[in-house]
């Protein structure tokens, strides 16, 4: 359920983000019509990283919100050792 509310989060963090991406570079466009494009395409492909850690810090809040405890165990349990560890 955890994993579903992040990745909800996350997808619209990630449209936001490239929304405000996206008209940043059309107010570049106006001033400086050759480096639009190279605006726009750094901004789109920094708003994945940037959203990430914004959509982590909501999905926390918003599952803390509705009085879960989060999941923060690996899926091995802790107890997971590489395949060299003896």
């Known amino acids: 359920m955890q994993a579903a509310i992040l ?3 996350y997808i619209v963090t990630t449209i936001v983000v490239q929304l ?3 008209g940043i570079s059309q107010v570049v466009s106006t001033q ?3 480096a639009a494009l190279t605006t726009f395409l750094l901004l789109f492909m ?3 990283g940037v959203a990430w850690p914004l959509a982590v810090r909501l999905a926390e809040m918003i599952i803390r919100a ?3 405890e989060l999941e923060t ?3 091995a349990g802790g107890s997971h050792r590489g395949h060299y560890s003896r």
Do not use: K, L, Y
């Open 73 to 75: 165990e690996q899926s």
């Open 7 to 9: 990745m909800a989060v």
């Open 66 to 68: 509705a009085g879960f």
């Open 32 to 34: 400086w019509p050759t």
């Open 46 to 48: 920094a708003s994945f």
């Open 20 to 22: 405000i991406g996206f």
